[in-house]
């Protein structure tokens, strides 16, 4: 399981890109917080008396952040050696500014650890 480093918020980020693991976690880009963030499941008993005596719920950490080369976290995608973060300029178009000429586009790689 990843080390668990800050809470980005009790609510779901802005998302761009979504992604699970193996383990039940989902990754997702948080594009307000140039991050990624993780939502690890976690098992919480139920007051009720019900067929189910646990729900699954998520606690919402920040994995990654960088303002630089995660203006905006685009996609995610697991390869053989960890998570494979595109990313864009995406929010400058629609300030009219020339997004073009806002490059480098970064491809970058987290190395998850199970």
């Excluded at 399981?1 to 609510?11: A, E, I, K, W």
């Excluded at 917080?33 to 189910?52: D, G, M, N, Q, R």
């Excluded at 729900?55 to 920040?62: D, M, R």
Aim: hydrophobic share 35%; net charge neutral.
């Amino acid at each position: 399981m990843p080390q668990r480093v800050n809470l980005v918020l009790n609510n779901k980020p802005i998302t761009d890109g979504i992604t699970t693991d193996m383990n039940g976690n989902i990754y997702m880009t948080a594009i307000e917080h140039h991050s990624i963030a993780i939502a690890i499941p976690i098992k919480i008993k139920t007051e009720k008396l019900s067929f189910v005596s646990e729900k699954e719920s998520f606690q919402l950490y920040k994995l990654i952040q960088n303002n630089e080369l995660l203006r905006w976290p685009d996609g995610l995608c697991f390869g053989n050696d960890g998570l494979y973060i595109t990313n864009s300029a995406l929010h400058l178009k629609f300030t009219g500014q020339d997004y073009k000429h806002h490059t480098p586009y970064h491809l970058s790689l987290i190395h998850i650890s199970e």
